[in-house]
């Protein structure tokens, strides 16, 4: 392996899991509960990624959104995806091989997203469970959403690895923000939801546009 890196932090929706169309169905079930528009599903790849308080801004025709409104659009979407959340999830192609690559070289491996953490939870265990990943985290109360560095952090140090030796892959500017504010390896990720000139803009220090070629940065092919 690299001796540059040993451990890899990834991101979830987008990155491990495409995720889009139960988000999008949970979302649009949520609105139209509200008496609001449904959105295209494809429109979502610009709308998640930082929690679901920023989803509802995001959708949310400006003039509806009041406090309680918004609260009220949080609560009814977290019980539609309990709905659906497993409907049409599954990892991206290429994305088992890697992972088994990375059990084989025993190379620590987490998750960090801004999905609620229970939610979080529940989707590794349903779609990756066969991966021993060391920690996964998702959007917690006690601890500020990507891309504040604190969740990414708090991972190094579980790990007992230095943040300049791992490796974090996402698919948005969040998540190549959050890895330059924790001082780790930023990949951006092609295969997810938003495209290659926002990740650069954003800090990508590399990009990647199939799964296995992680393996080639860290020195395992």
Sequence with gaps: MNRQ?????????????????????????????????????EAYRQFIGDGVENLARRIIPADRQQPEFLQQFAHLFREEYGHRWTHSTQPYPGIPELLDQLTAHQVPMAVL???????????????LGRWPFRMVLG???????????????????????????????????????????????AVGVLWGFRTAEELLAHGAQKLISHPLELLVLLGLK
């Design 113 to 127: 997203s801004n999905k609620p953490d229970e939610f979080t939870q529940q989707c590794v265990r349903r779609f």
């Design 5 to 41: 890196f040993q451990a890899v932090i990834f991101d979830l929706d987008g990155t491990l899991l495409d995720t889009l169309g139960d988000i999008a169905e949970s979302a649009n079930a949520a609105l139209e509960r509200l008496g609001l528009s449904a959105w295209s599903i």
């Design 139 to 185: 959007d917690r109360p006690q601890m500020p959403r990507k891309p504040d560095p604190a969740g990414a952090l708090q991972i190094a140090r579980a790990l007992e690895v230095p943040a300049e030796a791992i490796v974090y892959l996402g698919d948005t500017k969040t998540d190549m923000e959050t890895a330059r504010s924790a001082g780790m390896f």
